[in-house]
């Protein structure tokens, strides 16, 4: 257990119920629940810069990076973004130190994103 007091399980599960769900992007098929990939990249999102449990959060929530009070429903997410274009798709923040929020938000391909000038370089001693 994390100092949050979650594990990574938790806290997505957490969020699941914290959000709507008449927005369709979650589902009950055969027993299991389903997800949208829009669905997942949204509650990965959120869970990497709001719990610590999240093995991503060193390099997001710790860092100072923060979801906005608007997207941390989902309905506001899709509204703002849109359904994400294919699975080779990603979220991506134009400001690599900016928080995830409109204006600074946008889908890139992954091979876009690894070509994208646009993010953390590591210090060479």
Known sequence: MSVSGYTRTAAHRQLARDSATQHGHTMVVDGRVRRTPTYVTWQN??????????????????????????????????????????????IDRI?????????????????ENVADANRRRKKVA
């Open 95 to 111: 400001n690599n130190d900016g928080n995830y929020e409109p204006g600074n938000c946008r889908w890139l391909t992954r091979a």
């Open 45 to 90: 999102m959120v869970a990497r810069c709001r719990y610590p449990s999240s093995p991503a959060f060193k390099y997001y929530g710790g860092r100072g990076i923060t979801v906005c009070d608007r997207w941390l429903k989902f309905p506001n997410f899709l509204e703002d973004m849109g359904i994400r274009p294919g699975l080779d798709f990603q």
